[in-house]
């Protein structure tokens, strides 16, 4: 038995080796780590993967129960706040920024690769960008919505109960009715779930 451990933990080295070894262990360290920031609260039977970024800059990160935080996951709040409800999955690279705050319901799927950003640059054209500043209304997702892979959610945008939006979508400002199906650039109603 000691040499099948030695050998594993030759090839893979130490880290590796407690991976596989104890991974239920490292999984609640991990979650103690990201639980012990400033103003991150972290609710029950939440699965935070290694390689996710949390960073509450000013702001606060709050992570419903049952809540899944896939690898390269990032939630950076800018000094706002970024509200995740129960049972939500957010998959791998997904970047979900808080300046305005962002509110996500219940039962909420992401897919990989979405970008949440609820700020906006001002951009009149008499000065330069630069110096004009931005704008930060939020965004809100209400429970049951499932957004696709590469999905661009952002400023001022309410997505109401239901909602599906395609993958590859840009979501611009306004409010998108509960239980339709939106697409494209910029996101408009391509179907029904009813």
Known sequence: MWTRIN?????????????KVNRKILNKLWLFYYSSFKNVIVG????????VYIDSCGGKVILGNNTVLRKGAKL???GGEIKIGNNVTVNHNTIIYGQGGVTIGDGVLIAANCILIPANHRFAADRP???QGSTAFGITIGEDVWLGCGVNLLDNTTIE??????????????CYASYCIY?????????SRV
Do not use: H, M, W
């Not at 029950?44 to 390689?51: M, S």
């Open 183 to 191: 697409g494209g650039t910029p996101a408009k109603q391509i179907g």
């Open 161 to 174: 109960k239901g909602v599906v939006i395609a993958a590859g979508s840009t979501v611009t400002s306004g």
């Open 7 to 19: 050998r594993r933990f030759e090839q893979d080295g130490l880290f590796g080796f407690l991976v």
């Open 129 to 131: 960008i630069r110096g």
């Open 76 to 78: 950076i709040t800018y």
């Open 44 to 51: 029950r039977n939440v699965v935070i993967e290694f390689g």
